[in-house]
């Protein structure tokens, strides 16, 4: 069975950090592209990033590129996002999803993160 | 960055009734299009990929149709389970790019 689970979010104050992870089971998870999508409070789902399969390539969106910084570590089988200069629309849940190349097949059950002072 | 459009915001539905929900792109999308679904409180769930293949496990009441700019998604006999909010993605080009939802719920 395929499971994805994120660890790490909390509460921070605006300008901090936080960094977030997805360990993954069930699957070869080098074998992936995965991703990073949040939904903000009463907000729809928006993409934040995306990673190879072997790490060396990576793609934000606009509003968290130079802030966000996505990696894995295939031998752990975990999926990480280094998130600074945080911002207050920033709050949100973020989840990983696996990419299967016609959509994301599964998706972790996400963890809240917010940024307040 | 293309642009998802989906219509209408909320759609008020009666169990057992049908619902269809729409997608309009910003620019044509081939057939590389998915539908997710997601309850309060869980993650999303894939339904329908490729704009009409129903991923793994979803019931046979849920179809998808379309291709090009514009999208369908069509749930045939409504059951209580299904009211929650759909968003459609598209995957023809980076960024992958999600629709603001359409909320189902009871009428």
């Known amino acids: 069975e395929v499971q994805l689970v994120e660890s790490g979010g909390g509460l921070v104050q605006p300008g901090g950090s936080l960094r977030l992870s997805c360990a993954a089971s069930?699957?070869?998870?080098?074998?992936?592209?995965m991703h990073w999508v949040r939904k903000a409070p009463g907000k729809g789902l928006v993409w934040v990033s995306r990673?190879?399969?072997?790490?060396?390539?990576?793609t934000y969106a606009d509003s968290v590129r130079g802030r966000f910084t996505m990696s894995r570590d295939n031998a752990k089988n975990t999926l990480y996002l280094q998130m600074n200069s945080l911002r207050a629309e920033d709050t949100a849940v973020y989840y990983c999803?696996?990419?299967?190349?016609?959509?994301?097949?599964?998706w972790g059950q996400g963890t809240l993160v917010t940024v307040s002072s | 960055e293309i642009v998802m459009t989906q219509s209408p915001a909320t759609l008020s539905v009666s169990p057992g009734e049908r619902a269809t929900l729409s997608c309009r792109a910003s620019?044509?999308?081939?057939?590389?299009l998915a539908w997710y679904l997601q309850k309060p409180g869980q993650a999303p769930r894939l339904l329908i990929y490729?704009?009409?293949t129903r991923a793994t496990g979803v019931p046979a009441r849920f179809s998808g149709s379309g291709s090009g700019t514009e999208f369908t998604l069509t749930i045939s006999s409504l059951q209580s389970e299904d009211f929650a909010v759909y968003y459609c993605?598209?995957?023809?080009?980076?960024?992958?790019?999600f629709g603001l939802g359409t909320k189902l719920e009871i009428k």
């Open positions: 993605q598209q995957y023809y080009s980076w960024p992958y790019t």
């Open positions: 069930g699957f070869t998870f080098s074998t992936y592209w």
């Open positions: 990673i190879n399969r072997d790490g060396s390539s990576t």
């Open positions: 620019q044509s999308l081939s057939s590389n």
């Open positions: 999803a696996r990419d299967i190349l016609t959509g994301f097949d599964d």
């Open positions: 490729d704009a009409s």
